[in-house]
């Protein structure tokens, strides 16, 4: 099972950004598509951005769109994820996972990111 550890997050002012990182233990992580979900308390998780196993091809939110960009090292087995222009509604806290995940695959600790107005 691929074990999956997410860091970058903290607390920023709003506008601020932020880059979040997730590596993978394992290279099989280069056969699918990656991505970010969200949290926020009191709310289901959600997807935010997915990349696909080659990283050509890129999916995001709306409410996201032009403010954050998802990008992977395959070599280094970390997906990332750009955050500019934050706004109070980001916060949560951010997963990675396989796009297409599965009840079985593992979840890592998350990472919170905090924007403050």
């Known amino acids: 099972q691929v074990q999956l550890v997410e860091s970058g997050g903290g607390l920023v002012q709003a506008g601020g950004s932020l880059r979040l990182s997730c590596k993978a233990s394992?290279?099989?992580?280069?056969?699918?598509?990656m991505a970010w979900f969200r949290q926020a308390p009191g709310k289901e998780r959600d997807i935010v951005a997915s990349?696909?196993?080659?990283?050509?091809?890129?999916y995001y939110k709306d409410s996201v769109k032009g403010r954050f960009t998802i990008s992977r090292d395959n070599a280094k087995t970390t997906v990332y994820l750009q955050m500019n222009s934050l706004k109070p509604e980001d916060t949560a806290v951010y997963y990675c996972?396989?796009?297409?995940?599965?009840?079985?695959?593992?979840w890592g600790q998350g990472t919170q990111v905090t924007v403050s107005s």
């Open positions: 996972n396989r796009e297409h995940f599965t009840p079985d695959d593992y």
């Open positions: 990349v696909s196993w080659s990283g050509l091809n890129t």
């Open positions: 394992k290279r099989t992580f280069s056969n699918y598509a």
